[in-house]
């Protein structure tokens, strides 16, 4: 059975901490994660448009796994002016899927992210420039983790939804 996971939100909001964390919970190859930011940013080196070339290789590695019968997390700020179509898809080609956005103020993610390995590679004028606040799928509810939701949490709620 074929699983999407979609973990979306601002630069430093915990996408890529809750994405591995989950990982780990499974077997190995049992679950691919696709960060944005690795396709987008180191295999294409691509600035983020809507019709940049990460997003159909996202969808195409996403693709890859869930015809496989993989759990598949796509993770990565995912703006929906940028993404939603193609996270249509994917979500049409699952068996299950499941959404979740990070909905966090500016003054949280920059927080959160003077706690991350990758502080150093960016601060927070280019953190601003990423900031697009709260930005909904119009096709698909997403659970929304704001800042009363711990990292813990968000873990054991994204494990919980795709065991249960």
């Not at 195409?60 to 193609?86: D, N, P, Q, T």
């Not at 699952?94 to 991350?116: G, P, Q, V």
């Not at 502080?119 to 606040?133: K, L, P, V």
Request: charge should be neutral.
């Amino acid at each position: 059975m074929s699983i999407l996971v979609v973990l979306r939100g601002n630069s430093g909001s915990g996408k890529s901490t809750v994405a591995r964390a989950v990982q780990r919970r499974f077997d190995r190859s049992a679950v691919a994660v696709v960060p944005q930011d690795v396709v987008r940013r180191q295999i294409l080196r691509e600035e983020d448009k809507p019709d940049g070339l990460n997003v159909d290789l996202i969808e195409h590695i996403a693709g890859f796994g869930l015809e496989r019968g993989l759990i598949v997390i796509v993770e990565g700020i995912l703006r929906a002016s940028h993404y939603s179509k193609m996270l249509q898809r994917l979500s049409a080609a699952a068996d299950r899927s499941h959404f979740y956005a990070f909905d966090l103020s500016f003054e949280e993610t920059t927080r959160r992210h003077a706690t991350r390995p990758q502080a150093t590679e960016f601060g927070i004028t280019e953190m601003r420039s990423w900031y697009h606040g709260w930005d909904p799928l119009d096709f698909v509810p997403e659970v929304r983790l704001d800042a009363s939701w711990t990292t813990a949490q968000a873990i054991d709620r994204v494990y919980s939804d795709i065991v249960g």
